[in-house]
């Protein structure tokens, strides 16, 4: 099992940025597929972005380039870094942790709240 602990919310303009922080209990190298989902009042819970253990993402097309997902195994550690912020952006951001193995595992944080509003 995996604890995943979210930072890095907050209140922002529209236009200004953010950066989210994920860190994990346990090491995420290897196994572990990471992604951000949000979701805002009265809507469904929907991914932002995925990245795999190699490296690989993949992004909502709302979010593209616009917001960037990086991981730090050695910290255990995802990031999600976001610029040019806008008032739909505006929700509570879940990190989710997925085990690739035949056991498998699927993990969430508690959520952060992003509120984008001038």
């Known amino acids: 099992q995996v604890q995943l602990v979210e930072s890095g919310g907050g209140l922002v303009q529209p236009g200004g940025s953010l950066r989210l922080s994920c860190a994990a209990s346990?090491?995420?190298?290897?196994?572990?597929?990471m992604g951000w989902y949000r979701q805002a009042p009265g809507k469904q819970r929907e991914l932002v972005a995925d990245?795999?253990?190699?490296?690989?993402?993949i992004y909502a097309d709302s979010v593209k380039g616009r917001f960037t997902i990086s991981r730090d195994n050695a910290k255990n550690t995802v990031y999600l870094q976001m610029n040019s912020l806008k008032p739909e952006d505006t929700a509570v951001y879940v990190c989710n942790a997925r085990r690739l193995t035949i056991s498998g595992g699927n993990y969430w944080g508690q959520g952060t709240q992003v509120t984008v509003s001038s």
């Open positions: 990245i795999t253990p190699g490296g690989s993402t």
């Open positions: 346990r090491s995420i190298a290897g196994i572990y597929a």
